[in-house]
């Protein structure tokens, strides 16, 4: 249906999500174009800056292409808000598609979604068990912030697979990250390099996140996390 539909059009984009990421490279290749995908910066109408090596370069791509095809990292963008000039139609849904849509599940959940939330508390592999996540949940819940994890955590069952932030998982930009038991793999600062204050709560005082933070905890997370949680309620900060 898209292929269709991409004959009348120059530019076909969507967000850097899962879904954009699953349908744009396949739709490239069946236009036979190089999709420029990830997005950060339009520097003109056929000039894109976009994240390389894992977030650690930034390349600037030059698109002659007789279409473009892009995906955009949402975080890297202010929200556009309503009321734009350009005119959205509604696509006649009977145009033949090869695949159809069998059942869709949603993860029904009251936390902030990860992607977009404005604090995030993401929790590593020495949180230790999904039970030591609902420390993790109990701070995120006292300041309305989403939780994520790093990979480790994920592979290990502590937290589940939606959750995992970094370089494989979500890539976020928070205005605050509260990074717990983490070490600050490359892989895993691929995904938080947006967000704008950092505290690292880690026992290590030579951990790679500890080096970026802009507020370090150095201690046990066992015996920070519930007094600063408690702490915190009584402030009440929950937005
Ligand atoms: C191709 C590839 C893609 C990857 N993608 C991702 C990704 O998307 N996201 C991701 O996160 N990782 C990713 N990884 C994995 C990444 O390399 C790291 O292995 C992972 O991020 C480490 O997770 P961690 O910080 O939980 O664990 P660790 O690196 O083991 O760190 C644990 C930290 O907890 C601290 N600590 C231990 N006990 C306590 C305590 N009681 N109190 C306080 N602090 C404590 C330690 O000092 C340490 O700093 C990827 C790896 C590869 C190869």
């Keep these: 249906m898209l292929f269709e539909l991409s004959k009348s059009y120059d530019y076909l984009v969507s967000g850097a999500s899962t879904l954009g990421k699953d349908v744009i490279p396949r739709l490239a290749a ?3 174009i190089q999709p420029v995908t990830d997005i950060v910066a339009v520097d003109g109408p056929t000039r894109f800056t976009r994240p390389i090596y894992a977030g650690n370069a930034l390349q600037t791509v030059t698109d002659n292409q007789p279409k473009h095809v892009l995906t955009f990292r949402a975080s890297a963008f202010q929200p556009a808000g309503q009321g734009g000039s350009a005119p959205v139609e509604n696509i006649d849904s009977t145009v033949v598609s090869a695949a159809r849509l069998i059942a869709q599940h949603r993860s029904e959940s009251d936390i902030p979604d ?3 939330a404005q604090i995030v508390v993401g929790g590593g592999v020495s949180v230790g068990s999904a039970e030591g996540f609902a420390l993790i949940e109990k701070l995120g819940k006292t300041l309305g912030a989403a939780v994520g994890a790093t990979r480790a955590a994920v592979d290990a069952g ?4 939606d959750w995992q932030v970094g370089q494989t998982g979500k890539i976020i930009a928070p205005d605050l990250y509260i990074a717990v038991g983490i070490s600050g793999a490359l892989q895993h600062l691929a995904g938080i390099q947006g ?4 505290i690292a709560i880690n026992s290590d005082p030579e951990a790679p996140i500890v080096k970026i933070a802009d ?4 201690g046990d997370l066992f015996e920070i996390l519930p007094q600063l949680t408690v702490e915190l309620d009584r402030l009440g900060l929950k937005r």
């Design 30 to 32: 069946r236009l036979d």
């Design 215 to 218: 507020i370090v905890l150095i």
């Design 158 to 161: 502590y937290a589940p697979n």
């Design 195 to 198: 967000a704008k204050k950092i």
């Design 114 to 116: 990860l992607s977009t």
